[in-house]
């Protein structure tokens, strides 16, 4: 299936079908043993799927690779074959064997399409496999029909992760947030942990938090906690449900500790929550009463250490955020109000003072009315919006630096964007909290709303509840300075700006290329490494420098660095292995708390190349971390400055 629509129709057929599931077989660590479709006399069709190592396929004269993660789906065919790895090699997965009823030619074809893809999420199909053969493999009637039930769920998850891909062909990563904090919202009731959440996407703990901090702000267990205390809110405020009753639903099984936590996130214990906001509770048709859902809390408070051990045991950093929730009809009552503000200010002001303005300042105004009313469309990741042609009052969730780059200063943006360290004007521009608050972006009048698919999500209602705001698009997260400035050339009407930023730049790294040169060799090899407190992190060249080093500078990167992280999917790495990536110069960023984790590599980065020679440079992870344009030129001034230096 090479499109959406092929997808759908393939969903819809399933969907239609009488399907029973055949059998189903696992392999663990197989050298030789192979799948053998030919004892499976009378099925349709097929799932393998490989959950470790690989395996080769052969299918109507055609090799398929499977690399784990890897999901095929197969016809019944008498010259389908599977091919093992080598000796060397080991792999894993399920073969799940299954037959319809159908009838129709038409409706078989379209059911048994063939189709490989690579999952976003491995462990939920894996669980359903696993549940499946246990279920079947018993010797008890119900359990074999508890597993006829678990195959359709099982298809279901496959298919959706089918669609997902054909609908974001260029899948990265960073989707893996977006997906999650839809998991978070669909399953808050269960227990969530973040060795779970990361289990989800094949992923370590720390590096999932590192994509939620660096794309939401927050990390997943602080997102988990927002979401149950937001529900919570709504139980207490729409039912008599007794406190305990209410934490369990939100999952909590302690309600003292559920209640600690309620206080710390709003300010008042549930009980006290649900008395202020009572009688707004209680009146029907109240055009206030929607905004229940959306009351902002209070600063948090200090609690014990029992409290912190707990959270960091359970459920991870609770750190500082706001909890505000979008409310429609609160948005309906503040759109007529500042509308009768405007009539109001209209009467009082506009009558003679408007006749006495010069003829010249009147007709300014008019024109510039008449830009700021001009639209156009504009395509994006949700379709086409009609926005404006000149913005004047945008609401950026993320992309803060493009916009200042362009000389357009943002009427609003999120808390930890704001706290970007190279923008130093930020006057004018409102906090809008983290998650968004709805009803603040509202109160700023926007003419624009740009989000990113990860912050677009944990607004309540999403992107149609911002759409009621004003004219929304939903952007990527791209971290290339030179490709988001040409995007918001396009989306603010700056395309001049732009091009005129773009050769600026272009100059002033062919400049540094030149000032540098004579400082490095040419078979010299650079890397970047992160040290936390509880991770080693190998950066590549997206963000941490890494763009300017090896897109921009065309430094070397270290093999293992090139081969791993830049083409590959590593990130986090051990202690043992960092002598592995270190080349002839070494970028140094230790987080806050992380000396003692320094202490465990500084011997191994003393013994390396980098470290005999003396080419380990310090940098500051809070001001490497940004990647927007104004960050990335400053970050030059700073690499350049350091290998200069470094030979004087």
């Not at 990265?172 to 904090?181: G, L």
């Not at 521009?429 to 999500?457: F, H, R």
């Amino acid at each position: 299936m090479k499109s959406s629509t092929e997808c759908n129709a393939h969903i819809e057929q399933w969907s239609r079908s009488a399907v029973r599931l055949q059998c189903i077989r696992s392999y663990r660590a197989q050298h030789e043993a192979v799948p053998d479709l030919s004892e499976f006399e009378a099925h349709t069709g097929f799932f393998f799927i490989v959950t470790h190592g690989e395996i080769g396929v052969r299918m109507s004269g055609e090799f398929v690779h499977c690399r784990s993660p890897y999901i095929l789906h197969g016809a019944a065919d008498k010259n389908t074959s599977f091919e093992g790895p080598d000796h060397h090699q080991e792999w894993g997965g399920y073969l799940v064997v299954y037959t319809s009823l159908s009838t129709s030619s038409e409706a078989q074809e379209s059911l048994t399409h063939s189709y490989g893809f690579t999952p976003n999420a491995m462990l939920p199909i894996q669980e359903k496999c696993e549940a499946m053969k246990r279920h079947w493999n018993s010797s008890e009637l119900l359990d074999r029909l508890q597993a006829q039930s678990i195959f359709l769920p099982m298809v279901y998850e496959v298919l959706s992760q089918k669609l997902q891909t054909l609908a974001q062909p260029e899948h990265t990563k960073t989707s893996i947030v977006t997906d999650a904090i839809k998991y978070v919202q669909a399953h808050y009731r269960e227990p969530i942990t973040a060795e779970k959440l990361a289990g989800r996407y094949d992923c370590s703990t720390s590096y999932l938090s590192r994509l939620f901090r660096n794309q939401i702000g927050l990390g997943p267990i602080e997102y988990l906690i927002h979401e149950r205390v937001h529900r919570a809110k709504q139980l207490l405020l729409k039912s008599d449900a007794r406190i305990q009753d209410v934490a369990s639903k939100v999952g909590y099984a302690d309600v003292y500790y559920f209640s600690r936590l309620f206080k710390k996130h709003t300010g008042r214990s549930p009980l006290q929550f649900r008395a202020e906001h009572k009688q707004a509770a209680q009146v029907q048709n109240n055009p206030l009463r929607r905004l229940e859902s959306s009351i902002v809390s209070l600063p948090f408070h200090s609690h014990n250490e029992n409290e912190s051990y707990y959270q960091w045991d359970k459920e991870g950093d609770t750190s500082m955020f706001r909890f505000s929730r979008p409310a429609f009809g609160a948005m309906m009552v503040l759109c007529t109000s500042l509308i009768l503000s405007a009539c109001q200010a209209s009467n009082t002001t506009g009558g003679a003072a408007a006749a006495q303005e010069p003829a010249s300042q009147t007709a300014t105004a008019t024109a510039s009315d008449s830009t700021a009313s001009e639209t156009r469309k504009y395509k994006h990741l949700k379709g086409e919006t009609e926005i404006p042609v000149h913005p004047q009052r945008v609401v950026s969730f993320f992309h803060l630096g493009e916009l200042v780059a362009l000389g357009v200063k943002p009427v609003g943006t999120t808390t930890y964007v704001l706290d970007n360290p190279h923008i130093n004007d930020k006057t004018g521009i409102t906090d809008i909290g983290i998650p968004p608050d709805a009803e603040k972006i509202l109160s700023l009048q926007p003419d624009l709303i740009v989000t990113t698919p990860a912050l677009a999500e944990i607004v309540e209602g999403g992107y149609d509840a911002l759409s009621k705001i004003a004219p929304t698009i939903v952007i990527e997260q791209n971290n290339e300075p030179i490709k988001d400035i040409a995007m918001f050339g396009d989306i603010l009407g700056k395309q001049e700006e732009a091009k005129q930023w773009k050769e600026k730049f272009t100059a002033k790294i062919a400049a540094y290329k030149a000032k540098i040169s004579p400082y490095v060799r040419a078979d010299e090899t650079f890397s970047i490494l992160n040290v936390r407190p509880d991770a080693l992190f190998v950066y590549g060249d997206t963000n941490m420098g890494g763009n300017i080093i090896y897109k921009y500078l065309g430094l070397k990167p270290a093999a293992k660095v090139e081969s791993d992280v830049i083409h590959g999917e590593t990130w986090e790495v051990s202690t043992e292995v960092i002598p592995e990536f270190i080349g002839d110069r070494l970028f140094l960023a230790v987080n806050k708390g992380a000396e003692d984790k320094l202490k465990d590599v500084q011997k191994l980065i003393d013994a390396s190349p980098a470290g005999k020679a003396g080419h380990v440079y310090s940098i500051d992870f809070d001001q490497f971390l940004p990647s927007d344009p104004i960050a990335v030129e400053k970050q030059l001034d700073i690499i350049t400055d350091l290998i200069i230096g470094d030979a004087k």
